[in-house]
């Protein structure tokens, strides 16, 4: 297993490239269900997630080639003829569930290994079954499996989210692409990365109304499969987000490219209140951080609010604060396991219940650490960038899962950080 080790260094200066986001690319490449051709897509980044859902549509048939063009990934579900997601690959990535709805969909016909728990909270996919039931789909849950069928087809209906899900309105909105007549999501996620699901399928012959907005209406084509062009993958607003806590908490002016300013509205709000200024184009940012670090309160939220994926790093970052940061999280019930982490390299974190209070202004000290879900991964390498001596952490399998070559761009700044084996 591999870990990453980390010795401060003084500052960090020069360009870090983002890369396409992750939480884009899973449903865009579910979304290949739907297409009729081979489907061309660029932008999406070298992570694991990637390859395991990339995998799973493989073993269901569908011919994926990410070697042939490095810069292009195609995926041709045109031979693609099972339509069971197995316990194997699904235990790995949750987002596995994304397959369900155009699987359902275009063959009337999914099953998908229940994904189980989850480190960061039970993380339930009722919404998901209720709505696809909402459509006419018979949903049973056999032996670990969801089955769900629809021999005749998915029906446009009105779906009413009792909560805001990412995945759960991707799914559904990759159903409804299909379906017969019109489907209406009220309370829809409005993330970016939804977004761009909803304007690709509104190019290639589904229309959608209400794009970016909390309620959608999806047309269906009552099951004609899609003509879907070559696209670009968005970029990572959360990668983009942990990179300027990088700049922030180790107080060095970097320069992010390849990034959308436009999706990180509340990250550079709280970043700008705790001291740092930005110089923004099209497609950069330029942070200019502050020495020093104001505290913050924070709530997590669906988007546009301060995203639960940033809510770890800004963690570590007020850590460094000069006074008493609050950080609430309202999404998921258990996301605060970096907390014991840091805690152990010296931070004054209390918890209570999903409230952390801060002490900032304590000197972190390197030691060993184990990475716990994605984003805490993350907390603890910013932790590791300012604390002395040497950070090992361990597990970052769980790192690998969504930063694409996290070490060598740190290392392109100047950071002292190299993977080892344990
Ligand atoms: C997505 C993101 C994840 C991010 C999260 C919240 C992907 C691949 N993952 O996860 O990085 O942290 O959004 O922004 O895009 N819920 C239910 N029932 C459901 C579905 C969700 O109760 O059927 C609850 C969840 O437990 C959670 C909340 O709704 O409390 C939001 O979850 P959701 O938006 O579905 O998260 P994901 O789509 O899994």
Redesign the pocket.
């Known amino acids: 297993m591999d870990y990453l080790q980390i010795n401060r260094v003084n500052s960090l200066n020069g360009k870090i490239k983002i890369s396409g986001a ?2 884009a690319s ?2 865009l490449i579910a979304m290949t269900i739907l297409a009729k051709n081979s489907v061309k897509i660029k932008n999406l980044p070298h992570v694991a997630d990637i390859n395991t859902l990339l995998k799973l549509l493989s073993n269901l048939g569908a011919e994926c080639d990410r070697k042939s063009n490095p810069e292009i990934t195609t995926v041709d579900t045109s031979s693609l003829t099972q339509t069971k997601a197995t316990y194997d690959i699904v235990k790995t990535m ?2 596995s569930i ?1 397959v369900l709805g155009p699987i359902l969909a275009r063959f009337g016909h999914c099953e998908v290994s229940l994904p189980g728990g989850c480190a960061i ?9 209720k709505a696809l039931e909402q459509m006419g789909a018979t949903i049973d849950i056999k032996a670990g499996y969801i089955v769900a069928t629809a021999p005749d087809g998915l029906k446009g209906c009105q779906i009413i989210f ?7 309105t ?1 799914n559904i909105v990759m159903a409804a692409a299909l379906a017969n007549g019109n489907t209406t999501i009220t309370n829809a ?1 409005r ?1 970016p ?1 939804v977004v761009q699901l909803c304007e690709i399928l509104n190019n290639s012959g589904v229309k959608i109304d209400g794009i970016g907005t909390a309620v959608l209406t999806v047309h269906g084509t009552s099951g004609k499969l899609l003509d879907i062009n070559e696209f670009s993958v968005i970029p990572d607003r ?1 990668e983009a987000g942990t990179y300027l806590c990088v700049a922030a908490i180790s107080k060095s002016e970097l320069i992010l490219t390849d990034v959308d300013a436009k999706h990180l509205g509340a990250v550079l709000s709280k970043l700008e209140e705790m001291g740092s200024t930005f110089t923004i184009t099209d497609d950069t940012i330029t942070i200019h951080p502050s020495d020093i670090i104001k505290p913050v309160k924070i709530v997590t939220q ?2 546009p609010g301060f ?3 940033m809510q770890a790093q800004f963690l570590a970052l007020s850590t460094q604060a000069s006074g008493t940061s609050i950080i609430e999280e309202r ?3 258990n996301r605060f396991m970096h907390v014991s982490e840091l805690q152990r390299m010296g931070a004054d974190i209390s918890l209570n219940g999903h409230v952390a209070t801060v002490n900032g202004g304590t000197k972190l000290s390197g030691t060993d650490v184990m990475a716990t879900d994605l984003r805490a991964s993350s907390a603890l390498v910013l932790a590791g960038l300012i604390a002395d001596g040497t950070t090992d952490v361990h597990r970052i399998y769980h790192l690998d899962r969504g930063y694409d070559s996290l070490e060598e761009k740190l290392q392109n700044v100047g950071a002292d950080i190299v993977r080892l084996k344990e």
């Open positions: 992750k939480n899973l449903p949750r987002a994304l909270g039970q993380r339930p996919i009722d919404l998901h079954l009792d909560k805001i899900t990412v995945t759960g991707a996620a993330e990365e959360i669906e988007y995203p639960t994926d999404l998921f019930e």
